[in-house]
């Protein structure tokens, strides 16, 4: 049988496997909580962490703390954010709902480790005590909201915007090289006037780089943080400014524009500022699975599909059929969409369960808002790299659409009117020849007058007479 110690919190003793940093509290989580495994993300314990950091040199500042209690919390916290101990912060997101036992399991690994450093033994809560020194001026209340929003703030910056930013410069790319490919558009899957393969592909750039500015908009609300409201937003157990204190500490710390919630109520009880987030995330997503959608019906083929675009050939597409080449790249961005739109449903849901003056579903509300950050930067790198930049165009696949339609009509009705275009249309359609040929057949335009009518209006190169 493994080693034990002995642990103790206001429940009374539990039994802790020795090797372990974490202690009672931690302990009993893990017991009544075995739900899942979505473990908190890795991103708010590091956030915790800094605000425990900063939370001990303000303390030793204000002689709160003693100065060799702080200096032992801030070795321990720089062992954590350096990357040592990554195995003591193993709790569930099915916990309890402000996260009060991640915010426990932080204080309780830091307060073991500070003690070692101080000579102290693991469990004795000597020296260093996790609520009276590592939890000093703080509660769940603030603390948990606030690394979420940290984490989230730092994931939408620093991941999700440059990686929009960057697949928006790739199709940006493309809008240059296609910009004088014409091919024709497509209205309700239906032919529709011609356009370019550039302009189909900056309207998909556009909207990208509106997405990314979008995003970066609703991050500020992120870097609004509930600390200084202690319990439930009264400031209990903080000094004056606290708040604003440890949101200046933490902006130097983390190079993020940080502060501290007017309205320290709101900021525990609600959580818009993160939904406002998501519903970003949402608007991205949408966008993400409409262009992925228009670059595998594009892609479709690659002979008996539409064919206009070459995908570059990553992996088979098949196990049986030899030669297939399948929008792999496309279906995973599609499939990381539905999860964010069901992100964004779960924390509609999450952030309306305010229960009078706390939020209860922070733990789910951090899963979502950062398993969909950390979704979407990724999918859309991969995406950039394995399909966007290796794109083409199939000239010879755009330029016989072009041929063939009979939408290029819409360029008829200033010259010859609605009805006749309509009525050439249509005959076309019947007789399955080109616009082109049955125009001259009725000795309407001349073949120069049609053909500098279509470079006029879509850019399209004269065609030979068939």
């Not at 990357?83 to 309890?96: C, I, M, Y």
């Not at 979420?148 to 809008?175: M, S």
């Not at 228009?294 to 049986?320: K, V």
């Not at 249309?425 to 049955?438: C, H, P």
Request: glycine share 8%; proline share 4%; net charge negative.
């Amino acid at each position: 049988m493994a080693e034990r110690r002995k642990e103790s919190d206001s429940l009374g003793e539990v039994w802790v496997s020795a090797e372990r940093l974490w202690g009672a509290q931690t302990e009993r989580s893990l017991h009544n909580f075995p739900i899942g495994d979505h473990a908190v993300p890795r991103s708010v314990i590091l956030a915790l962490v800094s605000i425990k950091r900063a939370a001990a040199i303000l303390n030793a500042e204000r002689g709160a703390l003693p100065v060799e209690v702080s200096k032992a919390i801030i070795a321990a916290c720089e062992e954590i954010l350096a990357g040592q101990h990554a195995d003591e912060f193993p709790l569930s997101v099915w916990q309890t709902g402000s996260g009060t036992h991640t915010n426990m399991n932080v204080n309780e690994v830091i307060a073991n480790r500070a003690s070692e450093l101080l000579g102290g033994m693991r469990g004795s809560h000597k020296p260093v005590h996790p609520n009276d020194h590592v939890n000093m001026a703080q509660s769940s209340n603030d603390a948990f909201p606030s690394a979420v929003y940290i984490a989230g703030a730092q994931q939408a910056l620093q991941d999700v915007v440059p990686a929009t930013q960057a697949l928006a410069a790739a199709f940006e790319k493309l809008e240059q090289r296609w910009r004088s490919m014409a091919k024709v558009g497509r209205t309700h899957l239906m032919d529709a006037t011609p356009m370019t393969s550039g302009q189909e592909a900056g309207a998909w750039a556009a909207q990208l780089s509106a997405a990314a500015e979008d995003i970066a908009q609703a991050a500020t609300r992120l870097t609004e943080l509930a600390i200084g409201a202690t319990a439930i937003g009264t400031g209990l157990n903080a000094p004056a400014h606290w708040g604003e204190a440890m949101a200046a500490a933490l902006s130097r710390d983390l190079n993020l524009p940080l502060s501290s919630a007017s309205n320290k109520f709101a900021a525990v009880s609600s959580h818009d500022g993160l939904l406002f987030v998501m519903g970003a995330y949402a608007r991205l997503a949408a966008a993400l699975t409409k262009m992925a959608n228009d670059i595998r019906w594009l892609s479709s083929g690659p002979r008996c599909g539409l064919g206009e675009l070459q995908l570059p050939a990553n992996e088979p597409g098949s196990s049986i059929m030899p030669g297939k080449v399948n929008p792999s790249q496309a279906e995973a961005l599609v499939m990381v969409c539905m999860r964010v739109a069901g992100n964004h449903a779960c924390a509609y849901l999450a952030a309306s369960s305010g229960a009078l003056q706390l939020n209860v579903a922070k733990p789910l509300l951090a899963l979502c808002l950062l398993e969909s950050g950390g979704l979407l930067a990724q999918a859309m790198n991969s995406f950039r790299q394995r399909c966007v930049d290796g794109l083409q165009v199939n000239a010879q696949a755009t330029a016989h659409f072009v041929e063939r339609t009979l939408m290029t009509a819409t360029a008829l009705s200033p010259l010859i009117g609605y009805d006749a275009a309509a009525r050439l249309a249509k005959l076309a359609q019947a007789e399955d020849v080109t616009l082109r040929d049955v125009v001259l057949r009725e000795g309407l335009l001349t073949a120069e007058q049609f053909d500098s009518t279509m470079q006029r209006a879509f850019g399209i190169p004269p065609l030979a007479d068939t």
